[in-house]
């Protein structure tokens, strides 16, 4: 079993920082693409980031310059650090991976989700 944990939400004034983390455990042999989505109220959900297992990055243009993804492979863990936070940027955010469990298929697994709020 293949858990994504979420971890670093909470609620910031505009123009400040936020880190979350996620760590994956579990039953996991490779972790491929690993990816950071938003989702607001009423709203589909986005991606925001993505990161590749080489380290390769790439934004959704709304946080491009402010947000930063990266991973720690020894761990299993993708962090999303988020500077100059604008109160649009309030949302559920949720890590997503690309996990090869060593038995049976490639699977894409969700974290929980944890709550983003920036107050203006």
């Known amino acids: 079993q293949v858990q994504l944990v979420e971890s670093g939400g909470g609620l910031v004034q505009a123009g400040g920082s936020l880190r979350l983390s996620c760590a994956a455990s579990g039953r996991i042999l490779t972790i491929s693409t690993m990816r950071w989505y938003l989702q607001a109220p009423g709203r589909q959900r986005d991606v925001v980031a993505t990161?590749?297992?080489?380290?390769?990055?790439d934004y959704a243009d709304s946080v491009q310059g402010r947000f930063t993804i990266s991973r720690d492979n020894a761990v299993n863990t993708v962090y999303l650090q988020m500077n100059s936070l604008k109160p649009e940027d309030t949302a559920v955010y949720y890590c997503?991976?690309?996990?090869?469990?060593?038995?049976?298929?490639?699977?894409?697994?969700w974290g929980q989700g944890t709550q983003v709020t920036v107050s203006s």
């Open positions: 990161i590749t297992s080489a380290g390769v990055t």
């Open positions: 997503n991976a690309d996990i090869f469990p060593g038995r049976g298929p490639w699977g894409q697994y």
